[in-house]
């Protein structure tokens, strides 16, 4: 049987996600290099590193900020067993000590910067800055949510810090340009429909824990509402964002575009965490597609 330690740190990381966040930070980064010039793939071992290292310290702080509000938890077998293999919330549960979170918080967090500071300075700058955003911002979030809301601004401002990831990459090698914030204008939406939608499956951990999320401020329905609603707008911009890209990425993301029609469909039909759960892995896919579509075109185009 695996140690009981090592499953912790598993769900603390959510681990069987790990591939995700490198494909979706170098995808800025080939991007990038199909403007800016030819990229080295030991270039690119190192943002796989600083993407990688980068997310799961995010994940370790959002654990380590919620870890007394997720005691509250009533029903793990949804969402907390889909981001988690083992289903558990370490800290929240004991299983790690806060202080060794905060530690290995800081231990990734450091090893990001260390990466991040072998770039090219201005690109070294802005990566380093756009880190330190997140993690504040992230902190924001969490507190934030908290409170009573009458309009979800925590929501909106916070998951800036996931759209402005794929950016991160791309800064790596490029710089503040049209192409650096069509991503982000493309992104964010689609953060903000992903956002709903586990809001949505959460809903009675969320309601347990007094948490303001978007079901809590308005209510399921409205929820679904604006699942569909942030998706139509991740879709118009998905097609201003494809005028720039080559065929490959064309084609990955529009695969990507029709998964999340498939996904609203269940969604506004049922309007339901159970039917929301089963199509979370669409939303997942779309990620990856358009990630891989990305850093595809960027290599075959």
Known sequence: MMNATLRA?????????SFAWPLLFCSGYLLAATVYGTFSWFVVARVALIGFFGFEAGFVLNDYIDRNYDKND???????????????RPVA?????????????????????????TL?????????????????????????????????????IGRTDFALFPVAGYLCLGNPDPNAFLYFAFFY???????????????INDRARGMSTIPMIYDIPRT???????TIIHAMMAFVFMIRLGWITRCCITAGLCLLVIANVVILKNKTPDATLKVLPL??????????GIAAGALFG
């Open 9 to 17: 740190y598993i769900d603390l990381t959510r681990l069987q996600f």
């Open 74 to 88: 009533v029903e793990a077998d949804k969402l907390t067993r889909y981001w988690r293999f083992f289903g558990t």
């Open 93 to 117: 549960d004991g299983l790690i000590p806060p202080n060794h979170a905060v530690g290995l918080f800081f231990m990734l967090a450091a090893v990001t910067a260390a990466l991040i500071l």
């Open 120 to 156: 090219p300075y201005l690109h070294s700058l802005f990566v380093l800055l756009i880190m330190i955003y997140c993690y504040t911002i992230e902190i924001f979030y969490q507190i934030e949510k908290r409170q009573p809301q009458q309009f979800p601004f925590a929501q909106l």
């Open 189 to 203: 939406p689609f953060a903000m429909a992903h956002l709903g939608a586990n809001d949505l499956i959460d809903v």
């Open 224 to 230: 679904a509402y604006w699942i569909g609603g942030f």
């Open 283 to 292: 939303f997942h896919l779309a990620m990856v597609l358009y990630a891989g």
